[in-house]
C-alpha cells in the first residue's frame, strides 16, 4: 500500500512514502536492493524534503551494513550547493546509522570535513546536532579509536565543540562496561 503514495503530487506525502521504503526495507536483505533502486533516485533531488525522505529512508534500510554502494550515493550530498544544513545534517546521520561501530574512514572523513568547513551560524542551525551523532555512530563502542577525532575537534568553535565531544565520547564508549570513563564525562 506504500506504492500509491510515491505517486502523490505534494512532495510531503511523497517524502513520508520514501521513508516508508526505507523503514519496511530495514534488516531485510534482498539481491534486488529495492530500497536503493527506489530511493537512489531522490537523494540528490530539487526539493529538500524528498532528498530527506530518501537519505533517512536509506539509513534506516542498510543500517548497520556498512554498503559502500549506498554510503558512496550519500557522500555528494556533503558537498552539493544545493544541501541545506538539515538535508547535510541527516546525511551525517544516515551514514552513521549505516557505518554504524566500523570507524569507516569515508563518512568520518566526511562528517569531520563537513564540520570543519561550516561557519558558526551554520553549526547552530538545529539540524547541525546531527553530525557529531553520525560520527559518533560510526565509532559506537570503539572507545580509544576516536582520540584523533577528539583533537580534530579542537578546530570547531563552542558551544558546538563541547556537545561534539561529548557525543562522540559517550557513542564510542557506549555499551562498554567502561563505568569509570562514563561517570567522568557526566
Known sequence: ?????????????KSGALL???????????????????LSDYVLHSSNIMRIGAIVGLGLAYAGSNREAVLSLLAPVFTDSKSTMEVISMAGLASGMIAVGSCNPDVTAS????????SEADLKDTYARFLPLGLGLCHLGRQ???EAIIA???????????MAVTMVEVCAYAGTGRV???SEIL
Open 1 to 13: 500500500p506504500i506504492d500509491k503514495y510515491l505517486y502523490s503530487s505534494e512532495d510531503h506525502i
Open 144 to 146: 580509544e579509536a576516536v
Open 180 to 182: 569509570c570513563f562514563i
Open 152 to 162: 580534530a575537534l579542537e578546530v570547531v568553535p563552542e558551544p558546538f565543540r563541547s
Open 111 to 118: 562528517i569531520m570535513q563537513t564540520l570543519m568547513e561550516k
Open 20 to 38: 516508508a521504503c526505507g523503514i519496511v526495507n530495514c534488516g531485510v536483505r534482498n539481491e534486488c536492493d529495492p530500497a536503493l533502486a527506489l
